[in-house]
């Protein structure tokens, strides 16, 4: 199954964005979807995660509050709605999938991966 990731842009600071990462094919219930984002200069680092089956989810702290991560089954679809966006959520997104839980949060546990979709927040 391939990752499409799309949805990022420039923005202002207090904006916000809405992510949408669409798979080849049937994403099942056994999995979990999240999205990484990498800040340049900075390291790849986890953001959100969502149990496929359940809709379970899970947030870094950094973004808990502001983030909103969600999936529609039916389109295969996972979204990433970001409100109150500020300069340093700037980074290429990437969503990523794996099977089994959503509570592990090292890139290493994910082994599919979209490409990314670049986000800038201008202050």
């Known amino acids: 199954v391939q990752l499409q990731a799309s949805g990022g842009g420039l923005v202002q600071a207090g904006d916000s964005l809405r992510l949408s990462c669409v798979a080849s094919g049937r994403i099942f219930t056994d999995k979990s979807m999240a999205w990484f984002r990498r800040a340049p200069g900075k390291e790849l680092e986890f953001v959100a995660s969502?149990?496929?089956?359940?809709?379970?989810?899970k947030y870094a702290d950094l973004v808990n509050g502001r983030f909103t991560i969600s999936k529609d089954g039916p389109k295969n679809a996972l979204y990433l709605q970001m409100n109150s966006l500020k300069p340093e959520d700037t980074a290429l997104y990437y969503c990523a999938g794996r099977t089994g839980s959503h509570y592990l949060t090292n890139e290493r546990d994910y082994d599919n991966w979209g490409q990314g979709t670049l986000v800038t927040v201008s202050s």
């Open positions: 969502i149990r496929w089956g359940t809709g379970s989810t």
